[in-house]
């Protein structure tokens, strides 16, 4: 019976661990996004663009990909056209977030908000990404000409 209880417990202990692994790319989201891109994903007109349906297709390319993840890291700031629309804001770096925390709040970003644009075969970002993608240092115009490139990729 002894070990039936320690078994169970064992159970109830791993199942809380999974339970908060999966709550945390919303809690992330909760916490560091909401307040500029909004509980709907669609950012504030002209300073903070929308998240939702704008960013899926950026995945289907390896530096869309690596460009996501700069952008949580190092922050954005400057002016950048989002569906037509120009915004000019400041989004803060969030380097100090794990690269787990970062790989599921992009992945949740992606999943819950741009699912009609990601490819059927999408892949989530992983946390060994978004550790290669730190151990590369980004001035922020080499964001902007990560951020064109991709651009121009989607365009193509």
């Known amino acids: 019976m002894k070990r039936l209880s320690l078994g169970l417990a064992g159970i109830a202990i791993a199942t809380g661990w999974a339970v908060r692994a ?84 992009i992945n949740e970003v992606l999943t819950h908000f741009n699912a009609p644009e990601i490819s059927k075969n999408f892949t989530p970002i992983t946390s060994a990404e978004v550790r290669r993608a730190r151990a590369t240092t980004q001035t922020p115009t080499d964001l902007i000409r990560e951020r064109t490139s991709v651009m121009h990729e989607i365009k193509q």
């Open 22 to 105: 999966i709550a945390a790319a919303p809690d992330v989201y909760a916490a560091r996004c909401v307040i500029c891109h909004q509980s709907t994903a669609q950012g504030v007109p002209g300073i903070y663009p929308p998240l939702a349906d704008s960013i899926g297709y950026d995945v289907r390319f390896n530096n869309g990909r690596d460009y996501l993840i700069h952008v949580v890291l190092g922050g954005l700031s400057g002016p950048i056209v989002v569906k037509g629309t120009m915004y000019n804001g400041l989004m803060p770096p969030f380097s100090q977030l794990t690269d787990a925390d970062i790989a599921a709040v």
